[in-house]
């Protein structure tokens, strides 16, 4: 049974930084069909000559998730998309996702060169997780295990025990709340509860929410489970509890896709970012997929159902990077170390567990 629930950010406040950084972020312009081939021919030949690996989430352009496999890079959730960036044999990794998903392959790999097609590609979870506060709570509560979401600073993660993705988080807490361990819990709000709730671990949950998930509506989805009365109904973990409750199935992304595979449905209703269907249309030719609904008067994606920085990814900032070599994740040394330590042990879970992660759902 959890103990207490602290909430130490107000989340209005962090809608309101969250909003500043939503104004200032540039969407890529649309291309014409010559522009996208010269960009994809061009990107191709500089990933050979640079020896370089394009790893990309599923969130990201269709264009760019089928570039990166076709190329023998990979499309992935944020764990497999870390695995992959420590395993290949690559000098540069090209990263395309959202910020901490590039710091986490240079924590994890320091002598690879890692750029991304833009670094202003932040995560609302991470700007609502200041390292300051953060630590300040950690301060107060030291005889607490600190597990951290992977959607976080690497300075964060260097102040955390554990980090975790969307993929393991629940096993990882199962194991520690089994050696009576007492855990903090940040930064979404969302899947701690979810984790909470399956495990009944001890946790205080840090306040801060995915603004894509968030906005979810179990009363929009309770509607549309009435016509689709067959769909199953797949949920991201950030998504909210009332929306959870109503899932069939509750993973990362990975496990999403997997579902939509193994599930005799056909047809599903989707609680995550729509940038998934191309996987699942690919994985599941003849199976329909639905986005849920998402409303609200204080809605603040700008595309709903879609990461307004995961969009910022595209062809020409790929290839711009890759050929200026610019937009390079460089962190510090002392930094790097101590954030490396927890990603480790997280893989290390992983392995030792034999958690067939990409499998499972
Ligand atoms: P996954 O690890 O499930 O891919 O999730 C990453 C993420 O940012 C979801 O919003
Ligand atoms: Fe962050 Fe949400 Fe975007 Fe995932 S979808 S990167 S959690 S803002």
């Not at 962190?331 to 392995?351: C, G, N, S, W, Y």
Request: glycine residues 4%; hydrophobic residues 45%; charged residues 25%.
């Amino acid at each position: 049974m959890a103990e207490t629930k602290e909430a130490i950010s107000s989340l209005a406040a962090d809608k309101a930084i969250v909003k500043q950084y939503l104004d200032s972020a540039e969407l890529p312009p649309e291309l014409d069909n010559a522009d996208q081939q010269y960009y994809i021919v061009s990107i191709k030949d500089l990933l050979l000559e640079k020896n370089a690996a394009l790893v990309a989430h599923y969130y990201t352009d269709a264009i760019l998730q089928d570039l990166a496999e076709s190329t023998g890079g990979l499309v992935g959730d944020s764990l497999e998309m870390a695995r992959f960036g420590r395993d290949c044999e690559a000098d540069t990794l090209m990263v395309a996702g959202v910020r901490f998903m590039g710091e986490s392959a240079k924590i994890l790999s320091p002598e690879k060169t890692v750029l991304m097609p833009t670094l202003d590609a932040t995560c609302s979870l991470d700007i609502a997780c200041p390292i300051e506060q953060f630590s300040s709570f950690c301060d107060a509560h030291p005889d607490r295990t600190i597990v951290v979401y992977a959607n976080t600073s690497a300075v964060v993660k260097a102040r955390s025990d554990w980090v975790v993705t969307s993929s393991i988080a629940l096993e990882v807490v199962e194991h520690l709340n089994a050696q009576g361990e007492k855990i903090i819990w940040a930064p979404d709000r969302h899947l701690g509860a979810y984790i909470q709730k399956q495990t009944g671990a001890d946790i205080l949950l840090w306040d801060a929410a995915c603004i894509v998930h968030e906005e979810f509506k179990a009363r929009g989805l309770q509607a549309m489970r009435k016509v689709y009365p067959d769909a199953a109904i797949l949920a991201h973990p950030e998504a909210p509890d009332s929306v959870l409750e109503m899932a069939d199935v509750i993973g990362s992304t990975t496990q999403i896709i997997n579902a939509a595979k193994t599930l005799d449905n056909v047809s599903f209703i989707v609680a995550t970012d729509q940038g998934i269907f191309h996987k699942m249309q690919q994985v599941a030719p003849d199976k329909e997929f639905i986005i849920a609904p998402t409303a609200g008067e204080d809605a603040t994606c700008r595309s709903c159902a879609h990461c307004p920085w995961m969009a910022m990814n595209a062809l020409k900032n790929t290839y711009q990077s890759l050929l200026y070599g610019s937009n390079e994740i460089r962190i510090d040394t002392t930094l790097r170390e101590k954030a490396m330590l927890p990603l480790q042990r997280m893989l290390h879970f992983v392995a030792e567990n034999k958690l067939k992660v990409k499998g499972k759902a």
